[in-house]
Nanobody
Framework: QLQLVESGGGLVQPGGSLRLSCAAS????????IGWFRRAPGKEREGVSC????????NYIDSVKGRFAITRDNAKKTVYLQMNSLKPEDTAVYYC?????????????????WGQGTQVTVSS
């Protein structure tokens, strides 16, 4: 069974850091682009970042550029989202998703498998 499992969320103070992990089971990540999305309270889910299957291409929404970094280790079947200089507005449930193609997609509908999400709360 194909599964994605997120971990690494938690409560952190403003300015702090967290590293989220997205681990795949039941399939190899090598040919999948992986995206990170988030849903803040009362808001629509939005794409945060994406990495192509070869890690040759990454993208970020403007609000996290320079603070977040997406990487992947295909041998470990894991994608990471390093989040630094966290702000209260980063508070959300973070989801990873896999797209059965090598290149990133911007829309939720373009992704085929989803994890269950991990809560990130930024608060003093």
């Amino acid at each position: 069974q194909l599964q994605l499992v997120e971990s690494g969320g938690g409560l952190v103070q403003p300015g702090g850091s967290l590293r989220l992990s997205c681990a795949a089971s039941g399939f190899a990540l090598d040919h999948y682009a992986i995206g990170w999305f988030r849903r803040a309270p009362g808001k629509e889910r939005e794409g945060v970042s994406c990495i192509s299957s070869s890690a040759g291409s990454t993208n970020y929404i403007d609000s996290v550029k320079g603070r977040f970094a997406i990487t992947r280790d295909n041998a470990k079947k894991t994608v990471y989202l390093q989040m630094n200089s966290l702000k209260p507005e980063d508070t959300a449930v973070y989801y990873c998703a896999a797209r059965i193609t090598t290149m990133c997609g911007d829309l939720e509908d373009e992704y085929d498998y989803w994890g269950q999400g991990t809560q990130v709360t930024v608060s003093s």
